[in-house]
């Protein structure tokens, strides 16, 4: 095998390693600020994740419409899909602005039942106890 194979390998290996820009990743919410969230990514496909890969989701970032306040759409504990935007020194940057992105996991407040859904409306509504939910929910589970 010559160098120049031999480089060509690896560095298809570190590309399918790394997380890049444009990857979809399935990530917890473990911090809910006004103007951000910080999101522990638990899945980015078939990618090998370091310890503890950590994203931030501002705001504006959230959906295509106007949304003051993350906790009109996230809470703490949350599981979301979102796509990776950019890469920075210390964290990936992510969006959900996108129809199929956005939580796909979350628990009824009024029940504590861990509610899984998609939602075409924004809204799920809780199996056990009937409760409305209105987040930013992915729409569909493509
Ligand atoms: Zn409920």
Known sequence: MSNLELNTILANIRQKEKIGVGDIIIGQIV???DNMVVVEIVN???RVLSPADMGV???KNIDTRFVE????????????????SEIGPYEYK????YPELG?????C???KNAVIGYSPTGEVKCDDCGNMIRK???KTGD
């Open 136 to 138: 930013k929910f992915a």
């Open 57 to 59: 989701l501002f705001v």
């Open 103 to 107: 939580v796909i996991r979350t628990i």
């Open 44 to 46: 980015a496909g078939n």
């Open 109 to 111: 407040k009024q029940c």
């Open 94 to 97: 992510m969006v959900t602005n």
């Open 69 to 84: 306040s993350t906790s009109e759409c996230f809470a703490k504990g949350d599981v979301i899909k979102a796509k990776i």
């Open 31 to 33: 911090v809910v600020k």
